[in-house]
């Protein structure tokens, strides 16, 4: 069974780059099939997509933060992380990661269980 | 950036059928399948329905999908407390080189 786990720093300052890894357990990555992907949900707040990788190092992002972020992969490890450049107070969120297209393309199964970042000073 | 329309409230008594609605356009729901979320509080997201109408493996058949043109529903019937929870709504939306789009989020009270 598949699990995933985000960390990283739960606190950043503005204008800092947020970094974030998710370590995926109980499965590989570079086994292929499916793609690594992160969301985040504003505090209070609906889902917001970031982006995914595949384990090539092939990559999407959302068009409204992508000159901002970078997700990368490392199989080694079995991790993927996500960077997220220029950060302001809009950016705290919880952040999860999550396996994408078990069931089908558009289907995120399963997902961390997310880690909050704040933007402050 | 929510694209996807719901309502923000439902609610219903246990044992009752709740419906969510979710509302989308030619470029989401109108040529994309649609998925459905259950975030219980204090948790992360959990798929509860794929491609519009089938349930991932233990997922309960009191949840349902549906789509019709730009519009898709879920429903919950044989409503249980334990069904309190946000419900999300989401497609791959064609237009900007390709977004996944999530909806509003519909909170699901158990009177």
């Known amino acids: 069974q598949v699990q995933l786990q985000e960390s990283g720093p739960g606190l950043v300052k503005p204008s800092q780059t947020l970094s974030l890894t998710c370590t995926v357990s109980?499965?590989?990555?570079?086994?292929?099939?499916?793609?690594w992907s992160w969301i985040r949900q504003h505090p209070g707040k609906g889902l917001e997509w970031i982006g995914y990788?595949?384990?090539?190092?092939?990559?999407y992002y959302n068009p409204s933060l992508k000159s901002r972020v970078t997700i990368s992969v490392d199989t080694s490890k079995n991790q993927f992380s996500l960077k997220l450049s220029s950060v302001t107070a809009a950016d705290t969120a919880v952040y999860y990661c999550?396996?994408?297209?078990?069931?089908?393309?558009?289907?995120?199964?399963?997902w961390g269980q997310g880690t909050l970042v704040t933007v402050s000073s | 950036q929510s694209v996807l329309t719901q309502p923000p409230s439902a609610s219903g008594t246990p044992g009752q059928r709740v419906t969510i609605s979710c509302s989308g356009s030619?470029?989401?729901?109108?040529?994309?399948?649609v998925y459905w979320y259950q975030q219980l509080p204090g948790t992360a997201p959990k798929l509860l329905i794929y491609?519009?109408?089938q349930r991932p493996s233990g997922v309960p058949d009191r949840f349902s999908g549906s789509k019709s043109g730009t519009s898709a529903s879920l429903a919950i019937s044989g409503l249980r407390s334990e069904d309190e929870a946000d419900y999300y709504c989401?497609?791959?939306?064609?237009?900007?080189?390709?977004?996944?789009?999530f909806g509003t989020g519909t909170k699901v009270t158990v009177l």
């Open positions: 999550a396996r994408v297209g078990y069931y089908g393309s558009g289907s995120y199964n399963p």
């Open positions: 109980g499965g590989s990555i570079s086994s292929g099939g499916y793609y």
């Open positions: 990788i595949y384990y090539s190092g092939s990559t």
């Open positions: 030619s470029s989401n729901i109108g040529s994309n399948y």
């Open positions: 491609r519009n109408n």
């Open positions: 989401a497609a791959w939306d064609d237009s900007l080189s390709g977004l996944y789009v």
